[in-house]
Nanobody
Framework: VQLQASGGGSVQTGDSLRLSCSAS????????MGWFRQTPGMEREFVSA????????HFADSVQGRFTISRDNAKNIVNLQMNTLKPEDTAVYYC?????????WGQGTQVTVSS
């Protein structure tokens, strides 16, 4: 199983970024997918998740209304559209699969938002 995250970068406050996570080695549409983020010295925190069908999504309160999550099951990709970015969104972002018996994680992509 491999999850490959991409799309991070350095932007200004108010800008947008789109992260993508490409998955292989799993029956992609059978599993929910999620995005998490982590800053140095802090625990990894939940950002957003989407069900296998794409019909159900969840967001952390801190990103609700600014971020959207989507998936393309034909291409085995999950996207995180991040709008109106704030400096506090700066973190390494990880995608993860809600697979059993274990969850898989991508390698992380850095997002830096400067004021």
């Amino acid at each position: 199983v491999q999850l490959q995250a991409s799309g991070g970068g350095s932007v200004q406050t108010g800008d947008s970024l789109r992260l993508s996570c490409s998955a292989s080695g799993i029956t992609f549409n059978s599993y929910g997918m999620g995005w998490f983020r982590q800053t140095p010295g802090m625990e990894r925190e939940f950002v957003s998740a989407i069900s296998g069908s794409g019909r159900t999504t969840h967001f952390a309160d801190s990103v609700q209304g600014r971020f959207t999550i989507s998936r393309d099951n034909a291409k085995n990709i999950v996207n995180l559209q991040m709008n109106t970015l704030k400096p506090e969104d700066t973190a390494v972002y990880y995608c993860a699969s809600d697979t059993e018996p274990k969850h898989y994680w991508g390698q992380g992509t850095q997002v830096t938002v400067s004021s």
